[in-house]
């Protein structure tokens, strides 16, 4: 309920525009949610290994051991194998510096996997360590952890049926058509993938290559007028 006020309060504020009172607003838990993070793992004077998030406006690290927003597996994942992480990227660089910060990419399926990548993984430890596929409407949603993916599992399920019944109300009213979905910003594939048959042609578009591979093997399993394309739809914000 605080976090729906809050979103009130920013389009007041921000976009000048009140919504409407029956405008619905969905919300998830407020703690344990996160299911993607970027931490930096770094190695102490002490020698002891341990991470952190970045600080703001700064390339200085705020450790933890247990961040309440992000999800038991990731806090688990982290604990158990950030010094392991750590090691690993040493033995792939060539030459680490002396004060050698790893910045990595951390992602929970929310089904028991926690995928990671950082600059320089080698590419045969890339497949295994790094892709991950989530389950959501009876699509396997195929990403990996160094490119954009919904940040909040918990709550997809939810933002997904409210999408689906919207276009489906859409259609069927005529107010909308399924001729033609176009897809901007559309990462992966997701939303594409999980509305792909409910229109005759698709079209995404996103300017990373990254997202590009995986929305080529979301949206092509056996069906046709599909177009996963590369470009930008205006600047992003």
Avoid at 203 to 209: A, F, K, L, Q
Wanted: net charge positive.
């Amino acid at each position: 309920a605080c976090s729906a006020l809050v979103e009130r309060e920013n389009f007041r504020r921000i976009a000048r525009v009140e919504l409407p009172e029956d405008f619905k607003i969905h919300t998830g838990p407020a703690w344990g949610y996160r299911n993607r993070a970027r931490v930096v793992i770094a190695r102490a004077k002490s020698g002891k290994v341990s991470y952190g998030f970045r600080m703001q406006k700064s390339n200085g690290i705020i450790p933890f051991e247990n961040c309440p927003v992000l999800t038991p597996a990731l806090n688990a994942f982290l604990k158990e194998n950030a010094a392991k992480i750590f090691e690993e990227s040493m033995k792939a660089s060539k030459r680490p510096p002396r004060n050698f910060e790893l910045d990595v990419n951390l992602f929970d399926n929310g089904a028991g996997k926690v995928s990671y990548y950082y600059k320089g993984m080698p590419a045969a430890d890339f497949e295994k360590n790094a892709v991950s596929v989530v389950e959501m409407a009876g699509k396997k949603i195929r990403s990996d952890a160094s490119v954009f993916f919904q940040s909040n599992l918990a709550l997809l399920p939810e933002l997904v049926t409210a999408v689906q019944n919207a276009v489906d109300e859409g259609i069927a009213s005529g107010e909308a058509s399924d001729a033609w979905l176009i897809d901007l910003f559309s990462g992966v594939g997701f939303f594409a993938a999980i509305l792909k048959d409910r229109f005759k042609k698709i079209t995404t578009v996103e300017r990373d290559d990254g997202c590009l591979t995986h929305a080529r093997v979301n949206l092509n399993g056996g069906v046709t007028g599909v177009s996963p394309v590369r470009g930008g739809s205006g600047k992003r914000r």
